[in-house]
């Protein structure tokens, strides 16, 4: 039931009276079907045969056998549509064909036309005694399955496993309208349509004058992966006779309605005709991609049990396009020959038969026509090509020996030939000799070498191309002005076995092998770059200049010439090059401080008018990327500039170079590989000295804003009207309210002066810090708070006062602390010339941890003036003391001004659990439990503070505390009920020193005057309040 295939007729028929001798009936097929030429006869088959038929087609049509006809009915071919069944008996005497019986035959052999007839009709007309003279059926037909027709397959590179272009051709019968689709299935899995897989090998390095080896199939993706395909025209396309589009046939459809009705008022068709012209323009440019959509799913290989399933291809038909009936259809499509070459093109399973078919646009994708037995390609071996090395990588350099390296897959018996195609840019004017090529040692040693233009032919007749070993030749070329585009740059090598019997037939071949590259050069000692600014991440105007060495960069109508330029890692261009930092020429530029930094000695040309500057990034390189409109000679000074955001940190040694490209339509023509960059360049000095690391939030704590030191250098001139930008880490809140700065002594070398040395200015005035002190030279500054960025302040120099470089100078500014330690806990410093041009900066400066809020309650046993008092201390530590931490360490200090004194030999000093409760429940928990711990030890001074020090190896649990110790007050009287105390848990050891908990804000007590009386008064009345309290006791246990 396929067009225009030979079939087999089963056909039945009864008649209602009787078929007398020498009288005939006529069956009379649908317009299209072909019986043969007149007078064959039905069947030629034999009894036997025909039973076998007759069984074939009851197990069909699961129906029991009729009646055959009789022997003396023959059956013969009438005309082409018609067959003719006759009584053959004698007029006299003869049998009849009784009716009432269903009567069958066997037609042999009978063509289908090319698809279902319009008219599907079968007739018989049989002339029986009937007194109608015949008798007259008629039974629709069998429906005909279209068959595709001039269907074939072909690879642009048929060896196994190698990525190829294949070209699928196919004459339709039946149109297929817009949505409709054309799906090709492929005899094996591991077939692959759409773009280049990554290969196993290197990628190709388009800087590199090597390509890499080729002849590896590299991996085919999972079974069921969708993979976009694209679809390409052939090189000749008539377009208008394979494609027809909607807008088109609407637009004949209106013109012919109005020739037949010129009076009825014209339709408006520019709107259809408008569409049809785009659509028919984009078909006529080969714009196939906007016609068909290609996606195809990879198939699946045979498992145990199970049928191997060909890649499957789906073009759909874009909306408003159609495929005309009868069309010959033709399309391009890349991919990868199988990697399992057959032993046969066509085996006895149809394993490499392609299946072709065309579908509706409906939900069950109806098929129109199909071709299920399209014959493929012959697949051939694989030529692997393990190196072609130019000795001379350069431009315009003639005898250039390029080394060749290659290994067969299969062995070829004499006589045999190797072909080898080189990209025709290469080739010499004349034919050379064979002494312009040599062979290896592995190569036959009779050969005859012919050279003619780009193509080599070495035959040998005596010895075989062996396989699988490296045969090496060497063949001198020329080289071009530049590279040939990557689509031309490809060598083909064919093996051939010469058999002047059957005719020459290839055996292994590559037509896919990547063509070695060469580069111009540009002139020592450019190309250059240099910067205007050498501080990390911020805003850089670099200066280029370079001298093209080797040609010029050429600009005509059909070429496009660039220029681009890589940056080094963590470099990034400023978006369009820098906007209007982006200059053609190349000048001293007062507003980034930069001098003229290239020789003076020559003269820079700008580039030309019209160049334009696009920031872009491929494969993660940053570069911009430079439109020359205009011709670049070589041997000429050019000098232009560009803005770049700097790195962070300094690249690698090995990696801290610039790379600088020209390219004419996207081949390399000029190289250069490693241009130096330069080195960043930070602050040399900058320190963070916070006052307080409280937290701004808690128990004890005032909120308020307390000072931080910031100790700078710089190896730049800061020059007066310079700004210094501090960003603190989030959370950070700057005050202009008082500020002060300093300057000191330059250093001589990069170790700076750290707080806590000699100098007056680095002690903190904890009364006021920002009191006037002893230190030599105030630096005049002007604060400005940032609206909206509260962690940021902007400090200005005075316009009279300038930095030399390497002056250490130091700036106390008031800050609140943020609740937590900030993440990330970093500060930067930034300063700006007076034109707002980045001097000098300095990132990632690391902060200090934020402590917590110990809660602490100050006891006092005994108030008065000049005598010894016994304080307690409850504290509630909001971080434990990590037993870890060497030198742990609980401060207890008293406001300086009051003049309160902790003796050297910490009498009444204790420390224990506020609760008994959790005592216990340590010592019960731990054996041997000791609290406090053996070894820790109270540290007066004869001043204002105690310290109580535990031994290595302990700590605090987060737990309420009680601390005993006296304390020798102030004998003259004080304003103790106002003035604060300070509680503080830390660690101090000789590496490190960090307030974990700290309370600045611990309320004190007032004292009293103490008379000699009352001392008397107070022993007595102690007696007195004893007898009292037994007295109490036992007069409350009688009542009870």
């Known amino acids: 039931q396929v067009g225009l295939q030979q079939t087999s007729l089963r056909i039945s028929f009864r008649t209602y009276e009787s078929l007398l001798p020498q009288s005939t009936i006529f069956v009379v097929a649908p317009l299209g079907m072909d019986f043969g030429p007149a007078g064959g006869y039905c069947t030629r088959l034999t009894d036997q045969q025909i039973d076998a038929v007759f069984t074939e087609f009851n197990e069909i049509l699961a129906t029991k056998s009729p009646t055959r006809l009789p022997d003396y009915i023959s059956c013969r071919v009438f005309d082409s549509q018609r067959l003719v069944l006759t009584n053959t008996e004698a007029v006299r005497g003869g049998r009849p064909l009784v009716p009432g019986p269903i009567y069958e035959f066997i037609v042999e052999s009978m063509t289908n036309p090319q698809s279902t007839p319009e008219i599907n009709l079968w007739r018989i007309e049989a002339y029986t005694e009937t007194e109608f003279e015949k008798e007259v059926w008629a039974i629709d037909g069998y429906l005909i399955k279209p068959e595709l027709t001039e269907t074939s397959v072909a690879s642009s590179n048929p060896a196994t496993g190698l990525f190829t272009t294949f070209t699928f051709t196919m004459r339709t019968v039946t149109r297929v309208k817009d949505q409709g689709s054309i799906r090709i299935i492929s005899p094996r899995s591991d077939y692959y349509f759409g773009p280049r897989l990554p290969s196993a090998v290197a990628e190709v390095d388009l800087r590199s004058p090597l390509p890499p080896k080729a002849g590896e199939s590299p991996?085919?993706?999972?079974?069921?992966?969708?993979?976009?395909?694209?679809?390409?025209?052939?090189?000749?396309?008539?377009?208008?006779?394979?494609?027809?589009?909607?807008?088109?046939?609407?637009?004949?459809?209106?013109?012919?309605?109005?020739?037949?009705?010129?009076?009825?008022?014209?339709?408006?068709?520019?709107?259809?005709?408008?569409?049809?012209?785009?659509?028919?323009?984009?078909?006529?440019?080969?714009?196939?991609?906007?016609?068909?959509?290609?996606?195809?799913?990879?198939?699946?290989?045979?498992?145990?049990?199970?049928?191997?399933?060909?890649?499957?291809?789906?073009?759909?038909?874009?909306?408003?396009?159609?495929?005309?009936?009868?069309?010959?259809?033709?399309?391009?499509?890349?991919?990868?020959?199988?990697?399992?070459?057959?032993?046969?093109?066509?085996?006895?399973?149809?394993?490499?038969?392609?299946?072709?078919?065309?579908?509706?646009?409906?939900?069950?994708?109806?098929?129109?026509?199909?071709?299920?037995?399209?014959?493929?390609?012959?697949?051939?071996?694989?030529?692997?090509?393990?190196?072609?090395?130019?000795?001379?990588?350069?431009v315009s350099t003639a005898d250039n020996a390029v080394q060749v390296q290659i290994r067969l897959e299969t062995e070829v018996q004499p006589p045999a030939a190797l072909r080898l195609e080189y990209p025709i840019a290469f080739s010499k004017e004349a034919a050379l000799e064979g002494s312009a090529i040599s062979t290896g040692e592995t190569f036959p040693r009779k050969t005859v070498i012919r050279h003619n233009e780009n193509i080599i032919e070495i035959e040998t007749q005596d010895e075989p191309l062996v396989r699988n070993t490296l045969l090496e030749l060497t063949v001198i070329l020329t080289n071009p002005s530049i590279s040939p585009a990557p689509e031309e740059n490809i060598w083909r090598f064919t093996t051939i076995q010469l058999d002047t019997t059957v005719g020459s037939q290839n055996q292994d071949c590559n037509y896919d092998v990547p063509g070695f590259r060469i580069f111009g050069s540009f002139r020592a000692p450019g190309p250059k770059v240099e910067p205007g600014i050498v501080s990390p991440a911020v805003k850089n105007i670099i200066g280029v200049w370079f001298v093209l060495e080797s040609g010029d960069l050429p600009r005509t109508p059909t070429t496009s010439s660039f220029m681009r330029i890589y940056m080094p890692p963590g470099y990034t261009p400023e978006p369009d090059c820098g906007g209007r930092d982006f200059s053609l020429q190349y000048t001293a530029r007062a507003d980034i401080g930069t001098e003229f930094l290239f020789p003076t000695t020559n003269t820079y040309n700008g580039l030309p008018l019209g160049t334009y500057c696009e920031t872009r990034i491929e494969d993660g390189e940053h570069f911009v990327e430079l439109t020359i409109d205009g011709l670049l000679e070589y041997g000429f000074n050019y000098a232009f500039m560009f803005a770049i955001r700097n790195a962070e940190l300094d690249p690698a040694p090995e990696e801290n170079y610039f790379l600088f490209e020209t390219r004419v339509n996207d081949v390399i023509l000029h190289l250069a590989r490693q241009v130096p960059s330069f080195e960043l360049e930070v602050l040399r000095t900058a320190v963070v000295t916070p006052q307080d690391t409280t937290s701004q939030q808690g128990v004890g704590s005032t909120s308020e804003y307390h000072p931080i030191r910031f100790d700078l250098q710089s190896d730049k001139y800061i020059d007066g009207g310079s700004q210094i930008k501090i960003t603190a880490p989030q959370g950070f809140l700057f005050t202009c309210r008082q500020k002060r700065s300093y300057i000191f002594e330059p250093t001589d070398g990069p170790d700076v002066r750290k707080p806590g040395s000699t100098l007056v200015c680095d002690e903190f005035n904890v009364a006021d810090p920002l009191a006037a002190t002893t230190c030599p030279n105030q630096l005049p500054i002007t604060c400005q708070e940032m609206l909206g960025q509260q962690n940021v302040i902007l400090l200005q120099i005075d316009g009279g006062q300038a930095l030399q470089p390497n002056t250490d100078f130091a700036i106390l500014l008031m800050v609140m602390n943020p609740e937590f330690t900030p993440q990330p806990n970093s500060w930067r410093f930034d300063v700006l010339g007076p034109l707002g041009q980045h001097v000098d900066v300095r990132d990632h400066v690391q902060g200090f941890d934020i402590t917590g809020t110990v809660e602490t309650t100050l006891i006092a046993d005994f108030a008065y003036r000049g005598q010894k008092n016994r304080l307690t201390v409850v504290f509630l530590p909001a971080t434990i003391m990590n037993q870890a931490d060497e030198g742990n360490e609980l401060v207890l200090e008293a406001p300086a001004e009051e003049m309160y004194v902790f003796p050297r030999n910490c009498t009444g000093f204790s420390l224990d659990y506020s609760s008994s409760r959790f005592r216990e429940e340590q010592e019960a928990s731990f054996r041997h439990y000791v609290f406090p711990p053996p070894g820790t030890e109270c540290l007066g001074n004869d001043n204002n503070t105690v310290v109580i020090r535990f031994p290595t190896g302990a700590g605090l649990l987060r737990s309420n505390y009680s601390l005993m110790v006296d304390v020798i007050n102030p004998t003259l009287p004080t304003n103790s009920s106002s003035a604060s105390w300070m509680f503080q848990t830390r660690v101090r050891n000789s590496e490190i020193f960090k307030i974990v908990d700290a309370n600045r804000s611990v309320e004190g007590f007032a004292l009293s005057e103490l008379e000699n009386n009352q001392m008397e008064g107070e022993e007595g009345s102690a007696s007195s309040l004893g007898l009292v309290a037994v007295a109490a006791f036992v007069l409350c246990s009688v009542r009870s």
């Open 219 to 394: 991996a085919r993706l999972p079974a069921g992966t969708l993979v976009p395909c694209t679809v390409m025209p052939p090189p000749t396309l008539d377009c208008t006779s394979v494609l027809e589009f909607d807008p088109c046939i609407e637009k004949e459809i209106a013109l012919a309605y109005q020739a037949q009705h010129p009076n009825v008022p014209k339709q408006d068709i520019s709107g259809i005709e408008a569409l049809c012209v785009a659509l028919t323009s984009r078909c006529e440019q080969g714009l196939f991609n906007e016609m068909f959509e290609c996606t195809s799913t990879v198939g699946t290989a045979a498992g145990i049990g199970e049928v191997e399933r060909g890649t499957e291809m789906e073009l759909i038909l874009a909306p408003n396009v159609q495929i005309k009936e009868g069309a010959l259809f033709e399309i391009l499509v890349t991919g990868y020959n199988t990697r399992t070459k057959p032993l046969r093109l066509v085996d006895a399973e149809n394993v490499q038969y392609w299946h072709f078919m065309t579908r509706q646009a409906d939900s069950a994708k109806t098929i129109l026509d199909e071709q299920s037995r399209v014959v493929g390609f012959t697949l051939l071996g694989v030529v692997y090509v393990e190196l072609i090395s130019p000795a001379v990588p350069t």
